[in-house]
């Protein structure tokens, strides 16, 4: 079965200071991979999505980037960090190209001060 | 463009009775997907019901099933038999040929003893 893991699940950074959040998916293969945000009480904001190794599209743009080293890993990051990227991040995947469920990783709760 | 509205900010119901969350999409795809997530306070999206346009047949999934008004764009969840671990917060989504993923404003659940 696939699974989907993403870490850390907590983080505590100062602005101006850089982010890396991970996600990994295993159990299948060339999935569809996404980044999601939540700001506090609210629904959630597409960021980024890849169909593919190195292929990434941007929907908002903003202090973030992501990348995707491997066929199953997809890295949010940022060089410096704003109070306003404080908030839920979550990894989704889903089966590549077709009309199809998502489904979403654990989540990381991403706090700026 | 997509849209989903959840008109119901908040909802609460007793333990064991029924209650019906609402949602109403718009889209002008031919082929999608609906859905509804589950987010309680650990925060991690979990899928509930998912449902093919293309299927007349509402879905189940044990005490949850759906209304799938086609013609009316309307998509409600129905929880039978409300448990107190059925308190969380419930979106709807609608996607697309692109798979990705739109959502709904929430709507906040409170299943009381």
């Known amino acids: 079965s696939q699974t989907i893991h993403q870490w850390p699940a907590t983080l505590v950074q100062p602005v101006g200071s850089p982010l890396s959040l991970e996600c990994t998916v295993e159990?299948?293969?060339?999935?569809?991979l996404y980044w999601y945000r939540q700001a506090a009480g609210r629904g959630l904001q597409l960021l980024f999505y890849s169909v593919g190794i190195g292929q990434i599209s941007s929907e908002v743009p903003q202090n973030l980037s992501a990348s995707r080293p491997q066929d199953r890993q997809f890295i949010l990051s940022s060089k410096k960090l704003l109070l306003s990227d404080s908030g839920f991040y979550l990894c989704a995947w889903s089966v590549s190209r077709e009309v199809n469920t998502i489904y979403f990783g654990e989540g990381s709760w991403l706090t700026v001060v | 463009a997509q849209t989903v509205t959840q008109s119901q900010p908040e909802m609460s119901v007793q333990e064991a009775e029924t209650v019906t969350l609402s949602c109403t999409y718009d889209t002008s795809e031919n082929n999608y997907y609906l859905f509804w997530y589950k987010q309680p306070p650990s925060r991690q999206m979990i899928l509930v019901i998912r449902q093919e346009a293309y299927k007349q047949q509402n879905a189940t999934e044990n005490r949850f099933s759906v209304n799938f008004q086609k013609a009316a764009k309307s998509f409600s969840l129905k929880i039978s038999d409300s448990q107190l671990g059925d308190t969380a917060m419930y979106f709807c989504?609608?996607?697309?040929?692109?798979?990705?993923?739109?959502f709904g404003g929430g709507t906040r659940l409170m299943v009381k003893p």
């Open positions: 159990g299948t293969s060339n999935p569809n």
């Open positions: 989504a609608s996607n697309n040929a692109g798979n990705m993923l739109t």
